[in-house]
């Protein structure tokens, strides 16, 4: 019998992973220039953190969560995000006393049990960046232009990113007095979700979807309205900043976010190419997490995207990645030329030259149509009278062109590299 792959998971298969590789080359460039160092933490966390940290009324805690029991009945859950853990990494190593200021960067899967649709699985990636440690305004807005860099460098366009400040954990009260004002002769006519939510948290009424609910949020005041003077300032200093460095943003008085830890500055960069609702990477400050998570009070900004839209996205609007190609395939005909062909390839892949041989004893026409299948630039066909005189003919499949060669890795890696310097590795015996 065979499996079904579980709801929700997907495999990757390699024409598909090219893709996944430029995403992640570049935000490790990306990351290289802006300074931010890898970070990579477990997969799987004790509960609390994520109920403490992301917040026990949000959505993902609520219903999202892969949660189970372990062998001795700990409550486990696969992580549904990387920023709880990256807060409860920072305490578990003393950061916040030996090295409080950190700008991190990771990758990789994360677990949401929803309903399966185009870009959201319930086995997804994110790649993130959270500096921690810093009230600065600065720090800001060099998340907001690492986002931006990385999509430029990405070479996406048709982006704009919503900016919004939701305050400080003393702005809420006040905020959460004027939403209830203002929703307060029509809650009844509003979905059950933001009636629950009028009581328990009246800014999670803004992210509400539901069509009923749009007119009466519309009109609803915004954080801004209700900041105290710190954070106004703060977020004026963020957008002049932004502002100086030529960093585009529109203001969503209503943009508030999905998840509890968020303070002060919140933002979205969102693409014109998915739906209205899906933003393509969202970050902002969470100066309260980690105090939270039984930290020490540290501030800390940052922001995640999915790496599944960025790719659907990407597929969009540049061109498909090329392939990896293969510098040399080795035909052969006979057994003498195959013992020779095992010889120079075995030789030449330490030397750093990619090169490949048929494995399945196919005829030499066969094997000139996997030589196509794997994009090799060369070919190089080995029969009994080549391996003889030790000569061969090297064929150059772009050109058609065909150079005769000695048979030995040296003279073979020279005739391969020459217009691909680079190929050659440092066991290389070639002249470049
Ligand atoms: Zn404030
Ligand atoms: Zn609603």
């Known amino acids: ?81 990387g920023t709880a853990s990256v807060a409860r990494a920072y305490l578990t190593h003393g950061m916040q006393t030996n090295a409080p200021f950190q700008k991190l960067i990771y990758f990789g899967p994360m677990f949401r049990y929803e309903k399966p649709q185009k870009g959201r699985q319930r086995q997804f990636h994110q790649y993130g960046i959270e500096a ?31 900016l919004n400040s939701i305050g400080c954990a003393e702005d809420r009260e006040p905020y959460h007095q004027a939403l209830r004002a203002h929703f307060y002769e029509d809650i009844s ?6 009636q629950r939510r009028y009581e328990d948290n009246p800014l999670r009424i803004l992210d509400c979807k539901e069509e009923v609910c749009q007119p009466f949020i519309e009109t609803a005041p915004g ?28 203001i969503d008085p209503h943009l508030v976010r999905g998840l509890d830890y968020y303070t002060r500055t919140v933002f979205e ?18 100066d309260g997490l980690i105090e939270s998570v039984g930290g020490p009070k540290t501030p800390g900004v940052g922001f995640a995207g999915g790496t599944e839209r960025l790719i659907l996205v990407l597929k969009e609007q540049t061109e498909a990645v090329e392939p990896e190609r293969v510098d040399l395939f080795i035909a052969t005909l006979g057994d003498d030329a195959r013992g020779q062909a095992m010889r120079l390839t075995e030789e030449l892949r330490r030397a750093g030259v990619s090169t490949e041989i048929d494995h399945r004893g196919r005829a030499l026409r066969k094997q000139m149509t996997l030589a196509n299948n794997v994009g090799a630039r060369f070919l190089l066909v080995l ?44 066991n290389c015996t070639c002249s470049h």
């Open 383 to 426: 029969g009994d009278d080549e391996v003889a005189a030790k000569k061969g003919s090297l064929k150059d499949m772009d050109s058609g062109d065909e150079t005769p060669v000695e048979l030995t890795p040296r003279e073979l890696c020279d005739a391969v590299s020459q217009e691909h310097s680079g190929s050659c590795g440092p």
């Open 189 to 194: 006519k509003m979905c059950a979700n933001c």
């Open 1 to 81: 019998m065979s499996y079904d792959i579980v709801r929700g998971m997907n495999d990757i298969l390699p024409e598909e992973v090219t893709w996944w590789q430029l995403v992640e080359d570049t935000i490790r460039d990306v990351a290289r220039r802006y300074n931010y160092r890898e970070i990579r933490f477990p997969i799987v966390e004790h509960t609390e953190l994520f109920t403490r940290g992301i917040g026990e009324g949000t959505e993902v805690v609520t219903k999202q969560m892969f949660t189970f029991p372990d062998q001795k009945g700990r409550s486990l859950s696969l992580r549904p995000e």
């Open 132 to 162: 921690i440690g810093s009230l600065d305004p600065s720090l800001d807005v060099e998340v907001i232009a690492f986002a931006w860099t990385l999509m430029r460098d990405l070479g996406l366009t048709g982006l704009s990113l919503r």
């Open 223 to 250: 954080p801004v309205e209700h900041l105290c003077q710190a954070c106004a300032e703060h977020f004026e200093a963020v957008k002049g900043l932004l502002d100086q460095l030529g960093l585009e943003y529109a």
């Open 269 to 286: 960069l969102v693409s014109t190419d998915l739906g209205a609702q899906d933003s393509l990477l969202g970050g902002g400050r969470y």
